[in-house]
């Protein structure tokens, strides 16, 4: 995978201990739901993957606001392989760009809050031939998700009011984003959609 952004105070272990204390939401019951098969030296494993749905998580600590966004990259692409033309390559890159544009992702009230650090991974690597990646079985479906992570520093964090997910507007393809949060020691979750698509932070 390429990593693309700013490297800068990676919050890996930040991630691994939300999910740790804090078990996502299940996403079962969701409509767009589907499996995939694939086999490993005759071992089938199976893997859920959802279309349409993505996970916001989001720290506040003293001045420090964190906030990791993961979805299937057809949420944002409206396809799951590489680029195979300019394009697919264009819509690669716009995403990008839309991500690396915090106000395409998120919007804050109050707070004054800036950013510190951005990463994101990019699942393809995208070469000026738009090489597909070789599968084991030309059958098996890909499914592949891009991160996001975000890092702020905010002079006056007990102003920060609200958090607007931008997403549904940037990415037409989001239709709910489980959103989990840790704020000053307390945590809990909620879900977002079209219609409702505010954080409320004090």
């Not at 510190?116 to 998700?145: C, G």
Request: hydrophobic share 35%; with cysteine; glycine share 6%.
């Amino acid at each position: 995978m390429k990593r693309i952004g700013y490297n800068l105070m990676p919050f890996t272990l930040f991630i691994s201990s939300l999910m740790m204390v804090m078990p996502l939401c299940s996403l079962a019951e969701q409509e767009h739901d589907h499996q995939t098969k694939t086999e490993h030296k005759h071992n089938r494993q199976y893997e859920a993957h959802v279309h349409g749905a993505g996970i916001l998580n989001w720290v506040m600590e003293g001045q420090s606001l964190q906030i990791s966004l993961k979805s299937p990259v057809i949420n944002m692409l409206g396809f799951e392989h590489a680029p195979d033309d300019d394009t697919e390559g264009q819509q690669l890159t716009l995403m990008i760009e839309n991500l690396n544009t915090t106000i395409k992702v998120f919007e804050l009230t109050g707070g004054d809050c800036q950013l510190v650090s951005l990463s994101i991974i990019n699942p393809f690597e995208k070469t000026p031939q738009y090489e597909k990646i070789e599968r084991v079985n030309a059958d098996e479906e890909m499914h592949t998700e891009v991160t996001a992570e975000y890092q702020l520093l905010c002079q006056q964090p007990s102003q920060l009011k609200t958090i607007d997910i931008n997403l549904f507007d940037t990415f037409s393809g989001f239709e709910l984003i489980n959103s989990q949060w840790i704020v000053d020691g307390k945590q809990g979750g909620s879900r977002l959609n079209y219609n409702n698509h505010t954080l409320k932070v004090h």
